[in-house]
């Protein structure tokens, strides 16, 4: 039986598939092809957009783990929607600058009291402990592996939304994870794909 899906285009190369097991956002793109266009900015728009589709954000409170070019773009896009933002970053270099953007800075840690927790350190820093300290914090994970979140705990806990599959990823490694967060063997169709020369932002997004 055809389960039904939902294509949605958000112009450019960018769109989103809905099916009853979650959300993807695509947006693969060539290299240098858009003046101005850069992965970190698609990753954070992304981000947003999916925030955006739990609930309207101002005074909703997030933290963004990593401080970076994508931790950096995201933290601005959400203040200017009006969330209360928390950077949770290792240099005080970087604190120093997320407060210069208006958003409350502390070193990476856990601790409860927010909505989202988004991650952008490729760096396990949030084991089971830390996971559970956080509470019902809907957790976003933006990074490449080895990943911020401990998976395997995210996901034991309840509280994993959304994962990217990242920067440069071939469309088979896209089909692969997909088909574990989906909790489906799709070896077959994930092997008869080819990788692409393209970058691909993926971003997969679990029901809650």
Wanted: aromatic share 8%; glycine share 8%.
């Amino acid at each position: 039986m055809v389960k039904p899906m939902t294509l949605t285009w958000y112009g450019h190369s960018c769109f989103r598939l809905d099916t009853a097991e979650g959300s993807a956002v695509f947006d693969p793109y060539s290299p240098g092809s858009v003046p101005g266009l850069s992965l970190p900015e698609l990753t954070a728009d992304a981000a947003v957009m999916l925030l955006e589709q739990r609930g309207a954000l101002p005074e909703r409170r997030v933290l963004v783990s990593g401080f970076g070019r994508i931790g950096s773009a995201l933290a601005q896009r959400l203040r200017a929607r009006g969330a209360a933002v928390t950077v949770a970053a290792r240099s005080e270099q970087a604190r120093s600058a997320a407060e210069r953007m208006d958003c409350r800075a502390v070193p990476i840690g856990a601790a409860p009291g927010y909505d989202f927790v988004v991650n952008t350190v490729p760096s396990v820093i949030f084991g089971a402990n830390e996971i559970a300290a956080f509470g019902d914090a809907e957790l976003i994970e933006l990074a490449s592996a080895p990943y911020g979140f401990d998976l395997p705990a995210a996901r034991a806990a309840g509280t994993l939304r959304a994962m990217a599959i990242m920067p440069m990823a071939p469309m088979m490694l896209m089909a692969q994870a997909m088909g574990i967060f989906m909790k489906r063997k799709r070896k077959s169709s994930a092997k008869a794909m080819r990788p692409r020369r393209w970058a691909s932002l993926n971003l997969f997004s679990m029901p809650a």
